[in-house]
């Protein structure tokens, strides 16, 4: 599936939900090369993580934090990418 369409089905099913996306071609720091997707909200539903591990994603860090009165879960995923040549 596209990166587009992923994107797209995790608004749909979550629309309150915060989703950055990059792409890192090359290693750097403690960066490794691959697409990241970052998720921030309240509450992640396991169909929308079922869908990213399926997708190749695999998660790099779960984090919670609290701002103010709102608890929020950050999840940070990364899928290799593969070059064809």
């Known amino acids: 599936m596209e990166i587009q369409d992923i994107i797209f089905q995790i608004i749909k099913d979550n629309p309150q939900m915060w989703v950055r996306y990059f792409k890192k071609t090359q290693h750097s720091g403690l ?3 691959g697409e990241y997707i970052e998720l ?3 509450y992640i539903g396991s169909k929308t993580l079922d ?3 399926n997708e190749g ?3 790099e860090t779960i984090k ?4 103010n009165a709102d608890v929020y879960s950050d999840v940070f ?4 990418i593969i070059y064809k040549h």
């Open 40 to 42: 921030r909200c309240g």
């Open 77 to 80: 995923l990364r899928r290799e």
């Open 51 to 53: 869908n990213l591990l």
């Open 31 to 33: 960066t490794s090369a």
């Open 64 to 67: 919670t934090q609290k701002i």
């Open 57 to 59: 994603f695999k998660i």
